[in-house]
């Protein structure tokens, strides 16, 4: 009975993590629901050098690739930023704005783009209203802020959401797919 159980509690732990790290079409709240077809809210943080930074103004007549991360520095996040500054050029090319969001302070998003020499805008949502804003979940528990990417036309509406803790490739390659497919 004791392995029964240990082998279910297995399973259920498994089917849990794929289900989160899956990609997803749709997040949700209490709050709101963006999904592909919304319009994206305002958004006005500071950037990494203290600015404020008003997403549909900066951005105005281009793609923006917007993705929420968990955290400065920690090993996944600094791959996927620079990812995103290796294909720099390749979202330039597609007409695309690179944002990163998360949790941390101006001071720590300056640090983290400096040392990875980051060529893209980080804003700084230290309460986190924005991220509960779009809905992105927490993952593992409600122990981690999610990894979502948002691809947003220039008409600022969402065409592809990809929610993914662990397919930190996927964030930047399914991008690009996209942005190439809209232009």
Do not use: W
Not at 31 to 36: F, Q, T, W, Y
Not at 95 to 123: M, N
Not at 162 to 173: A, E, L, P, R, V
């Amino acid at each position: 009975m004791r392995n029964l159980n240990r082998n279910y509690l297995s399973v259920c732990l498994l089917l849990f993590v794929a289900f989160i790290t899956s990609g997803n079409t749709t997040i949700k709240d209490n709050n709101m629901e963006i999904k592909i077809g919304s319009t994206i809210p305002d958004i006005v943080l500071r950037n990494q050098d203290g600015k404020l930074f008003d997403l549909k103004k900066e951005t105005a007549g281009k793609n923006v690739v917007l993705y929420f991360y968990p955290k400065d520095d920690t090993p996944g996040c600094t791959a996927q930023a620079c990812s995103f500054r290796d294909q720099f050029e390749d979202f330039t090319d597609a007409d695309a704005v690179v944002i990163g969001i998360s949790g941390q302070s101006v001071e720590s998003h300056k640090a983290f783009a400096e040392k990875h020499r980051l060529t893209f805008t980080l804003l700084s949502d230290e309460e986190n209203k924005i991220r509960k804003q779009f809905g992105v979940p927490t993952n593992f528990f409600g122990l981690m802020p999610g990894r979502v990417t948002y691809v947003i036309d220039k008409n600022n509406k969402v065409v592809y959401i990809f929610n993914s803790q662990t397919n930190i490739s996927g964030h930047i390659q399914e991008s690009l797919k996209i942005l190439k497919d809209l232009n």
